[in-house]
């Protein structure tokens, strides 16, 4: 089985925002949620470099470990999903991802936050594969169709890989050696406590 | 053909020394604009506790701009390790003292036997303060304490699906009984606090260890004695603390930032478990450690020789102050008149 992974080039990143729409339509994400978002560090500075961000489902996902009811679970793919029937939104999965993957419909006060809502690295939820009700809660299924995230798929500038955790490795290694920098692999030492080293 | 080769080749030198000679200190200065940018590995290195690597978001949510903020972890790490070993041993530990408190020691009887008669020792607004800070808190601790250790205790026994329920409506309880919480613990406080402050009579208690682990020893005590004073004072201490970081838990713009959020919640928790363990102490010595110590909760109404024994000064200080209409005979009527 693959271990599914997201890694963001920066260096090829135009912050064309398209990542974000694109998963946004993809899966019908309500106003205020933002499964994928896209920051640029050093903004105006010389050397800045954007970064499309989202759910890294990580080795041992810290959410999962904080979660009271224990809704998170990993595929056989190692994407990290969980099931908004059991999610209390209580919140605690926000404030334990590093990534700030986690959204919630509402703002938080008064535990009113509703059902977490994330990256579902375009694989859906614990229901039935393609079935509608998968599809309300947690947007499209690609991945049971034999299919990669939409947003690396229709990345312009091939900037966002997504796919077998060593296969990306692997083409983001290529291209390093080829083109001679590379600003590394965003997120990779802290979601699975390794890096891309060429 | 060759002529012509060599021709080319002899342009191509020229060129190619022409560029040498004239501009080296250009090609220095060549550098490809894109190549030299921030690194990932730089910013993780740089980063100091609790900081996080951010930039520039486009979309509303401020937060957002935080890209990796690998602390978190470290949240997580302490909530799943420190945060439940000090709930769940402070918890079985005070279960396990009790248990052998009461293998030790056996119930408390009063000594001299019950009386009969009856001294009020709390009123109907003091017991109604009381049991309602006693209920709420109960629930809040169960349906905290759920969210801490729920999943590993609860949640395979009872599947999933009914777990999901049980839990979100106790998360609804826990956020709504913590305002009568709130009331009660200021009612409480304003109730008894004159009673708790410290004084000389404390000190000979707590040297003769409060009577509890001998027969016969009765230090004398005010309303409160050294024992009741602790715990009075823990709840309120305990209970600010609760309520405080509770209500910036539930407010998390009022508490700043998420380290912030973070913390509160650390502290939170950790003051619950260890109020949990006081409180269970409480209660036992409150029902099954001590005869007739519940009805000073209950009906009000304390038997006498009790009162006398644990609460002499109190007891000397109320006949004082009301006469005999202190103490009521047996059956708790009022005197009658004689025929």
Not at chain 2, 97 to 120: A, C, D, H, N, W
Not at chain 2, 139 to 149: D, E, F, K, Q, S
Not at chain 2, 275 to 286: L, N
Not at chain 2, 309 to 317: G, P, Y
Request: proline share 4%.
């Amino acid at each position: 089985m693959a271990r599914m992974k997201f890694l963001c080039d920066a260096d090829r990143c135009i912050e064309c925002q398209a990542c974000v729409t694109a998963c946004k339509n993809e899966h019908e994400v309500p106003w205020g949620i933002n499964r994928r978002r896209v920051v640029t560090i050093n903004d105006g500075l010389p050397g800045e470099r954007s970064v499309s961000m989202a759910c890294m489902h990580c080795d041992d996902a810290p959410c999962a470990a904080v979660c009271p009811v224990d809704c998170f679970y990993t595929t056989a793919d190692a994407v990290v999903l969980h099931s908004k029937d059991t999610c209390i939104g209580c919140g605690y999965c926000f404030y334990a991802c590093p990534f700030g993957a986690p959204q919630y419909p509402r703002v938080g006060n008064f535990g009113t936050r509703g059902k977490m809502d994330k990256c579902t690295y375009c694989s859906g939820g614990p229901e039935a594969d393609m079935t509608q009700a998968e599809y309300v809660k947690y947007g499209s299924n690609r991945l049971a169709e034999g299919k990669l995230p939409l947003c690396a798929e229709m990345c312009s500038t091939k900037s966002l890989l997504a796919g077998d955790g060593d296969i990306i490795a692997d083409i983001y290694r290529e291209r390093v050696v080829t083109r001679g920098y590379g600003s590394g692999a965003w997120g990779w030492r802290t979601a699975y406590g390794e890096t891309i080293s060429v | 053909m060759v002529h012509k080769l060599l021709k080319s080749a002899a342009t191509l030198f020229a060129v190619v020394a022409l560029f040498a000679f004239a501009a080296p200190p250009l090609a220095a200065q060549q550098v490809n604009p894109t190549e030299s940018s921030v690194q990932e590995e730089q910013l993780m290195r740089a980063l100091q506790s609790g900081e996080a690597v951010s930039g520039r978001i486009t979309i509303p949510d401020a937060r957002a701009g935080d890209l990796i903020k690998p602390d978190n972890k470290n949240w997580a790490a302490t909530h799943g390790g420190t945060v439940k070993t000090v709930n769940v041993v402070a918890i079985l530990g005070m279960l396990v003292l009790l248990v052998g408190f009461y293998m030790y020691r056996g119930k408390i009887r009063i000594e001299s036997g019950p009386s009969g008669r009856t001294i009020q020792r709390f009123n109907a607004v003091e017991r109604f303060a009381h049991w309602l800070l006693a209920a709420t808190f109960i629930i809040l601790a169960l349906t905290g304490l759920n969210l801490l250790i729920g999943r590993a205790v609860i949640l395979p026994i009872i599947g999933e699906s009914a777990f999901g329920t049980l839990s979100a409506w106790g998360k609804i309880a826990h956020n709504y009984l913590a305002w009568p919480f709130m009331a009660a613990l200021v009612i409480v406080f304003v109730a008894w606090v004159l009673h708790n402050i410290p004084n000389k009579t404390d000190i000979e208690w707590i040297k003769q260890g409060g009577g509890l682990f001998k027969k016969g020893v009765h230090p004398p005590a005010k309303k409160f004695n050294a024992g009741q004073k602790v715990i009075f004072w823990s709840v309120i201490i305990g209970g600010a603390a609760l309520s405080f970081t509770g209500v910036m838990l539930l407010f998390p713009e009022l508490a700043g930032t998420s380290a912030q959020w973070q913390l509160y919640q650390v502290i939170h928790a950790i003051v619950a478990g260890i109020m949990t363990a006081i409180i269970i102490a409480h209660i036992y010595i409150g029902s099954v450690g001590m005869e007739g110590a519940f009805d000073a909760m209950g009906s009000g109404q304390v038997d006498e020789n009790w009162a006398k024994e644990h609460h002499a000064l109190w007891v000397e200080e109320k006949q004082a102050r009301e006469g005999s209409a202190a103490i009521k005979p047996a059956g708790g009527a009022s005197p009658q008149p004689a025929e």
